[in-house]
């Protein structure tokens, strides 16, 4: 009861072709799979923005006036 065998899914898949037909099927296979090569490749140039964006930001420079978080006071 657990688990469904083969012919459950069989059973299942031939009322799904003949519900959809194999046209609707196919172009709903390649919008899938469409959907999941953009998704790639967002993710992709995503990482790609993020690297450069790190590489092109200098590092912090800190203040000739501040030690250690404390900043310089002269005496008068």
Request: net charge positive; glycine share 10%.
């Amino acid at each position: 009861m657990g688990s469904f065998s083969i012919w459950h899914w069989l059973i299942v898949l031939l009322i799904v072709v003949m519900v959809f037909g194999t046209k609707k099927l196919r172009n709903v296979g390649k919008d899938l799979g469409g959907a999941v090569s953009d998704f790639k490749s967002g993710m992709k140039s995503g990482e790609d923005a993020t690297k450069t964006a790190a590489e092109a930001t200098p590092p912090p420079v800190a203040a000739p006036n501040v030690i250690e978080g404390e900043a310089k006071r002269d005496k008068v």
